[in-house]
């Protein structure tokens, strides 16, 4: 069954570095999310992305973050200077048909957990 | 601004007992409703969606309801199993994204 994957699944990082997280969706999804999850708090909708631009963004996806499908399957997020309250459990997810469709049904890989020391 | 509510926040049952998760949300205008299971520091995976017009899902010994006007969505798990031990989410999907309950941590005692 096809399914979303992610890489690396940790990532330790020192505060103030770069980081990229990496994501491969399903082959025939053509939208694309990012969501996190901070431990013991409930998960986060970071971004949306369909046909190379952002859909939707939330108040957390400021400038320090960007996203970017750089070839026809990967699908990356970016943390450009992390800071230490980005220490989450970041999740890639990917539809068929786009989050405001009754359809849209979002599949999620196994995560990364970034770790800003 | 919407918000997902659920309770209880955990539960533990026997085995074999048939439980009922809930899932409350303030604000009806939503596309669908998407439940959720995830285990210890694992990714989400997909139990079942139910778009805005429909009342019910099923997936073998799960069944969930939606009744969008009151705000409210249930998880029936029937036969409960040592395996079904996990967190259980639903999120809402409105205004482009997904925004989720904070979970039920579910323990099925053999």
């Known amino acids: 069954e096809p399914e979303v994957t992610q890489t690396p699944s940790h990532q330790v990082t020192q505060m103030g570095q770069e980081v990229i997280l990496r994501c491969v969706p399903i082959?025939?999804?053509?939208?694309f999310y990012w969501y996190r999850q901070i431990l013991g708090q409930k998960v986060e909708f970071l971004v949306s992305?369909?046909?190379?631009?952002?859909?939707?963004k939330s108040e957390i996806f400021d400038d320090q973050f960007s996203v970017e499908r750089p070839d026809g399957s990967n699908f990356t997020l970016k943390i450009r200077s992390t800071k230490l309250e980005d220490s989450a459990m970041y999740f890639c997810?990917?539809?068929?048909?786009?989050?405001?469709?009754?359809?849209?049904?979002?599949?999620f890989g196994p995560g990364t957990r970034l770790t800003v020391l | 601004k919407q918000e997902v509510t659920q309770i209880p926040a955990a539960l533990s049952v026997p085995e074999g007992e048939n439980l009922v998760l809930n899932c409350s949300f303030t604000d009806s205008a939503i596309y669908n409703l998407q439940w959720f299971r995830q285990d210890p520091g694992k990714g989400l995976t997909s139990l079942l969606l139910?778009?805005?017009?429909?009342r019910e899902q099923t997936s073998g010994r799960l069944n969930a309801s939606l009744d969008k006007s009151s705000g409210r969505s249930t998880l029936y798990i029937a036969a409960s199993q040592p395996g079904d031990s996990a967190t259980y989410l639903c999120a809402v999907s409105q205004g482009g994204k997904l925004i989720f309950g904070q979970g039920t941590e579910l323990s099925v005692k053999p």
């Open positions: 997810a990917s539809s068929v048909v786009g989050a405001r469709s009754s359809y849209n049904e979002q599949f």
């Open positions: 139910i778009q805005s017009s429909q």
């Open positions: 082959s025939n999804h053509l939208y």
């Open positions: 992305f369909y046909n190379n631009e952002i859909s939707e």
